[in-house]
């Protein structure tokens, strides 16, 4: 089945400066990669998504990158800011209405 | 446009005991998960429904665990009887059929003393 692997498991940045959090999958057939951040006690909310069409996708300060040939995903943002800080997901899924499968997570904190 | 809506928000239960957790779905969409999510880990898919039938179960421990969606709206998910190991957050989101941009509740916490 799909496995999704996340790296580092912590980061720690300071203020301002850029944050990457990294992802390989094992299903050639994922086309569909959302990143979900988690604050402490609340539910995983979707910061931005990317499907296997394209290479990219920005939103203001995250952009996702999509690697399809070598199986990668990474998560960049860039001008960090407190309100950063949280546990980041990875995800993939590999069809329309199939299971989303969830990296383990990176807990990234902002200094200021 | 409402979320996902859980409950009970906590729960404290002993060893053995049963418990049962409640989902309702955004209004429209299909497909529902449900996730465990023990501390300082991701989410693990446990159940994936498309309306009221299951699409995938593989990960979901049958002999103490079940889950329905009856009339394909709300869900239940049932621990019987409950283990330790069993304490974790649990996550349902649901996303509409044909996409798997999915919505999370705020989940139940349980905790197995």
């Known amino acids: 089945g799909e496995n999704v692997e996340q790296h580092p498991s912590t980061l720690s940045v300071q203020e301002g400066d850029s944050a990457v959090i990294k992802c390989t999958y094992s299903?050639?057939?994922?086309?569909?990669f959302p990143w979900y951040k988690q604050e402490l006690g609340k539910r995983p909310q979707l910061i931005i998504d990317?499907?296997?069409?394209?290479g990219e996708k920005k939103d203001q300060r995250i952009a996702v990158t999509l690697n399809k040939t070598a199986k990668h995903f990474s998560l960049h943002i860039t001008e960090t800011q407190p309100e950063d800080s949280a546990v980041y997901f990875c995800?993939?899924?590999?069809?329309?209405?199939?299971?989303?499968?969830f990296g383990s997570g990176t807990r990234l904190s902002i200094r200021p | 446009e409402a979320g996902v809506a859980q409950s009970p928000r906590y729960k404290i239960i002993e060893k053995r005991q049963s418990v049962a957790f409640w989902c309702n779905p955004i209004s429209g969409h299909a497909t529902l998960y449900w996730y465990q999510q023990i501390l300082g880990q991701g989410p693990k898919l446990l159940i994936q429904f498309q309306n009221n039938g299951v699409v995938d179960d593989s990960q979901l421990p049958k002999d103490r665990f079940s889950a329905e969606r009856l009339k394909g709206v709300d869900s239940t998910l049932k621990i019987q009887p409950a283990k330790l190991e069993d304490s974790a957050v649990y996550l349902c989101?649901?996303?509409?059929?044909?996409?798997?941009?999915?919505?999370f509740g705020q989940g139940t916490r349980l905790t197995v003393v």
């Open positions: 990317i499907r296997s069409n394209v």
């Open positions: 299903d050639s057939a994922s086309n569909y």
């Open positions: 989101a649901s996303s509409v059929v044909l996409d798997n941009l999915a919505f």
């Open positions: 995800a993939a899924s590999h069809s329309s209405a199939s299971k989303i499968i």
